[in-house]
Antibody
């Protein structure tokens, strides 16, 4: 069974930093691209970052470019999102996803709240 | 980025009704389209992939159709447990993009 478990969310002040982690199990992690998708309270879904299986291709949405960094450790079967210079508008549930194609799988999400 | 326009944004229907949601892509995405169901406080659940293929374990009252730029999602007979928000999502090109969602309620 595919499992994706996010951690690292919490309350942070504007301008602060957080590092999200996603632990993967139940599939061959090295074969899949991964994504971070976020959902602001009461809003829709936004793919904010993508990383290919080899880390060769990386994408960031304009809304987070220059502030967020995606990475993965294939040996640890883990995905990360380093979030710096956080803003109130970054408040959202952050989901780790395996691909977003016909084999899409989602974690349960971790809540990030940016507030003073 | 490919824009996904989903309609309606909300609907209210009776138990047993047929419910239809549409999704239009800003360019040809062949059939690289997913449909998700999201209940409050939960992660989205994949229902349909490749525009019309039902994910294992998903009830057959859910279906999808379409190709190119125009797609349809149907619940043939609405059940109380189908109350949720539904999203389309294209995976033809990076970045993956989502429709705005359709909130389905019981009348």
């Amino acid at each position: 069974e595919v499992q994706l478990v996010e951690s690292g969310g919490g309350l942070v002040q504007p301008g602060g930093s957080l590092r999200l982690s996603c632990a993967a199990s139940g599939f061959t992690f090295t074969m899949y691209s991964m994504n971070w998708v976020r959902q602001a309270p009461g809003k829709g879904l936004e793919c904010i970052s993508y990383i290919s299986s080899s880390s060769h291709t990386i994408y960031y949405a304009d809304s987070v470019k220059g502030r967020f960094t995606i990475s993965r450790d294939n040996a640890k079967k883990s995905l990360y999102l380093q979030m710096n210079s956080l803003r109130a508008e970054d408040t959202a549930v952050y989901y780790c996803t395996r691909d977003l194609d016909y084999e899409a799988s989602w974690g349960q999400g971790t809540l990030v709240t940016v507030s003073s | 980025d490919i824009q996904m326009t989903q309609s309606p944004s909300s609907l209210s229907a009776s138990v047993g009704d047929r419910v239809t949601i549409t999704c239009q892509a800003s360019q040809d995405i062949i059939n690289y389209l997913n449909w998700y169901q999201q209940k409050p406080g939960k992660a989205p659940k994949l229902l349909i992939f490749a525009a019309s293929d039902l994910e294992t374990g998903v009830p057959s009252r859910f279906s999808g159709s379409g190709s190119g730029t125009d797609f349809t999602f149907t619940i043939s007979s609405l059940q109380p447990e189908d109350i949720a928000t539904y999203y389309c999502q294209q995976y033809h090109a990076l970045p993956a993009t989502f429709g705005g969602g359709t909130k389905v309620e019981i009348k």
